[in-house]
């Protein structure tokens, strides 16, 4: 295991590749439909303690691909990859409890029970201390306002509030680095705010690492202080958003980004 | 007419769309066929005639309850309505310009088509490869017996639609359903022949409607039906067109309770 | 509370503490729908019946089956049915597997800090699968008091230690059968021949499928020591396939060897599993 100091990126990923269907998995050696492809195609990324990095690209870019493999749910095909010190796919329950994940379009709040039943599951499962969890519990039921519904069985919230409970379900273990993938999808002008002004107040207050997925270039505008874009499993741009916005409006950079041109010749 | 037959392809285009789904179910149900098959060759070693069956017939009769399963439904807990009564869907369809039942039979029928053509065949003929399987060649014993399977279809969806319906009244009509399956699966003959169980229970079982989804059409077939063919038809229509009927009663009283409470 | 310098305690929830946790929420879960519950229930300890009342048909009409009596037969379906319905209730969660996999819900397995075979095994647990248990403890009792058996300390502990290993072998068969959602995750029924058809295949004596199955059902699937093997011990039976002796006691080594494979299996799964959809 490799120590962390200070100055050691809480990410680093060097040549990070993910072919599907080529792989020479003992499972795969027959020809897949989707046969063949590089989802991830050798990308290089450094990132520091406490920064909040918007990752953007058209869908298909290898965005999702890249963060499972952040988060230990795929193997990478080839490549380094280190997440707060951890290999996350052979370390990926111990890399667990130091990270926090959120997808915009599942739920991993049990729906039938109350909202409360699975925060303090995850108590258990996290391993959280009481006093801890305590504290956690109060500040994001003030801060995420949750208090109103958290005996609602879950199947009963909306989708603004069931999103807040489960960014309070991938914080309350105190994770080092969260990943949020489309967090703002379907919400509601005043719930997308309120979370944006809690994630902008979380990465600030605790220095929380925060990798961001978005398709709402407001989320980036608000929230981001660096954005890397993915094209074809390739970095195509990785900088300041004001490096980005000095040549060009953010929004043309941002659409173009969305219809899949690199970004390459307009940065230079 | 056309929106039905539209509606039965359908179902049947998306039944086929997932081969291997069904394939892998097939293969399933030729295990289960050897299974049941040794368990009846072991019967008929000790006693070879029994119901009037010899071995032949006991392990033809394994095959195909096998290759029957999945058109007629018996593992089925009911039909798709159920769940969406259960999630409230089932409004948008009753207000459809179609006939509400005719329009979910269509959409079984398109099912039960998709699987008689992907996982009968394979159970009965790697039995009659392996097994003393003995099939019979006249064309017209076939044609007996597909009508025979057309009116057990009718009746299977019969009591599968009434079940669906109870979701109207309980709101989740899955414990009703896993205990239709369960009474299914024994009377309809799966576990063991019903013409094999003896005394008073023996001819319940003959008498219930699950008597004429698999085990009547299979004794037309190998011709050991009692009171014959036209027994057979008889009994068949008699519950398919009660069953249907009651579906249809019961489709108004649920609409009434619908329209009421919906406004 | 920007603790984050604190390393969290490593140690990672140990799985089975995880996975009564899980139970215990997800049986929380299927009681908020007490109706469905209570007939399910009813439906599963019906079904479980279905298997008895053939057995009972078919001695109706012969004395033996295979060399078997009733009694014999019914300690055989007794002893693999209540392995079988313990381990339906432990480890059936494996069964959800493919839709779990299909709708992408396993990749919240994998972000959790618990065993993923913990969670998968807890998943949907409900109390109906109970249900199961009720027909093949009754009739286990039952051919117990019919059978002329003499007792003997090592009978009863090969008894128990039948269902024990049983039990064992069963959840590993649910682990490896689990596994085929993995390699085709719409091929889940065929999972099927091997959890519930080794379960039917074992109700009855071994020797009505035939030397060559026999033993394939010994050497190969293992599921001839779930019951027959140890049991031919029991009831005094000597071996219609004439292996040997020592074959009686190998239940432990063969529940051993097929729950070391599941394992094996699992984190070969789970290493090579792709994610599906963006």
Known sequence: ???????????????????????????????????????????????????????????GAGKSTTIKMLTGILTPTSGLLRVAGFEPQRDRVRLARRIGVVFGQRTTLW???????????????????????????????????????????????????????DITAALLHDPAVVYLDEPTIGLDVVSKHAVREFLSDLNQRTGTTILLTTHDIAD?????????????????????????RADRDLETVVRELYLGRSLVDTTE | ?????????????????????????????????????????????????????????????????????????????????????????????????????????????????????????????F??????????????????????????????????????????????????????????????????????????????????????????????????????????????????????????????????KVVVQGG | MADTTTEPDDRPLWGPTAYLLLVRIWMRAASQYRVSLLLTTVAQLFTTCLDLIAILVIYSHVRT???????????LYGTTRLAFAVSDALASGVENLATMIRLGNFDLVLIRPVSSLAQVLADQFTPKRFGKLAAPVLTLGWAIDALPLHWTAAKAAVAIGTVVCGLVLYCALWVLTGCISFIAVDAQEVANSFTYGSENATEYPLSIFGRPLG???????????????????????????????????ASPAAAAVLSGLAALAWRACIRHYRSTGS
């Open chain 3, 215 to 249: 033993l394939a059902l010994t050497f190969v699937l293992p599921v001839a020591f779930v019951t027959w093997q140890p049991s031919l011990y029991v009831l005094g039976h000597p071996d219609p396939f004439g292996l040997p002796e020592f074959l009686r006691f």
């Open chain 3, 65 to 75: 089956i295979g060399g078997f009596t009733l009694p014999e037969t019914l300690y």
């Open chain 1, 1 to 59: 295991m490799t120590t962390t100091s200070t100055t050691d990126p809480i990410i680093l990923a060097e040549g990070l590749t993910k072919a599907f269907g080529s792989s020479p998995g003992r499972f795969r050696r027959r020809r897949t439909t989707d046969g063949g492809f590089t989802a991830v195609d050798g990308i290089d990324l450094r990132i520091a303690p406490g920064e909040l990095v918007g990752y953007i690209g058209p869908n």
């Open chain 1, 220 to 244: 980036i505008e608000r929230l981001c202080s660096r954005v890397v874009a993915i094209d074809h499993g390739r970095v195509t741009y990785d900088g300041s958003i004001d490096d980005l």
């Open chain 1, 111 to 165: 729906w039938d029970l109350p909202l409360k039943d699975s925060f303090t599951l995850l108590q258990r499962l996290y391993r959280i201390p009481p006093d801890r969890f305590g504290e956690n519990l109060a500040y994001y039921t003030a801060a995420l306002d949750l208090g109103e519904f958290l005996d609602r069985p879950v199947r009963q919230l909306s989708l603004g509030q069931r999103m807040r409970g």
């Open chain 2, 127 to 256: 039995g009659a490869l392996l097994f003393p399987v003995r099939l019979p060649s006249s064309p017209l014993r076939w044609t007996e017996f597909a009508v025979c399977c057309a009116l057990g279809y009718l009746i299977s969806f019969g009591l599968r639609y009434l079940a669906s319906l109870a979701a109207f009244w309980t709101m989740d009509e899955r414990g009703m359903s896993s205990i239709l399956v369960a009474l299914g699966m024994f009377c309809s003959g799966l576990i063991i022949p019903l013409s094999v169980v003896p005394g008073a229970l023996g001819t319940v079982l003959l008498h219930t409607p699950w008597a004429g989804i698999m085990q009547m059409p299979i004794n037309v077939l190998l011709g050991t039906q009692s009171g014959g063919v036209g027994y057979a038809l008889a009994f068949g229509t008699f519950w398919a067109v009660l069953l249907l009927a009651a579906g249809r009663m019961l489709t108004d009283v649920a609409r009434h």
């Open chain 2, 1 to 125: 007419m056309r929106v039905y037959l539209t509606a039965v392809r359908l179902s049947l285009r998306r039944y086929l769309a997932y081969r291997s789904s069904a394939a892998a179910g097939a293969f399933t149900n030729t295990v289960f066929g050897c299974i049941r098959a040794f368990v009846l060759m072991a019967l008929w070693k000790q006693k070879p005639e029994i119901g009037g069956w010899d071995l032949a017939d006991a392990v033809t009769y394994a095959f195909l309850t096998q290759g029957l399963l999945a058109p007629m439904g018996v593992f089925m807990t009911s039909t798709e309505l159920g769940p969406r009564i259960r999630t409230g869907d089932v409004a948008v369809d009753l207000y459809r310009p179609v006939d509400f039942q005719t329009w979910w039979l269509s959409l079984d029928l398109g099912r039960a088509l998709g699987g008689g053509l992907l996982r009968t065949v394979p159970p009965v003929l």
